[in-house]
Nanobody, 125 residues
């Protein structure tokens, strides 16, 4: 089993920054393909960013490109999402997700078997 615990959510003013962290309890963190998703009230859960096993490759949804950075520290079993230039429309619950290996559904929620509990990010205007 893989347990994912998220932290770092909170309330920030528009234009501000937050960094979310996800700590994974697993003996093989470097085998996990990691991602962040988000879900705003009334919306579908949507892909935000993903990072491969080594951290050498990252992928971003258009709405976060240039503002958010996903990274991982395999020595500490953590993945982070640095969020800059936050907008009110970024307000959502952000979820950490993981899967062993990868698949054609890496950009979809269905591609991940492990999920964190979510952390609320609220951007005020």
């Amino acid at each position: 089993q893989v347990q994912l615990v998220e932290s770092g959510g909170g309330t920030v003013q528009a234009g501000g920054s937050l960094t979310l962290s996800c700590a994974a309890s697993t003996r093989s963190f470097s085998d996990l393909y990691m991602a962040w998703f988000r879900q705003a009230p009334g919306n579908e859960r949507e892909f935000a960013a993903a990072i491969n096993w080594s951290g050498a490759s990252t992928y971003y949804a258009d709405f976060v490109k240039g503002r958010f950075t996903i990274s991982r520290d395999n020595a500490k079993n953590t993945v982070s999402l640095q969020m800059n230039s936050l907008k009110p429309e970024d307000t959502a619950v952000y979820y950490c997700a993981a899967t062993y290996g990868s698949s054609r559904n890496w950009y979809r929620g269905s591609g991940y078997g492990y999920w964190g509990q979510g952390t609320q990010v609220t951007v005020s205007s």
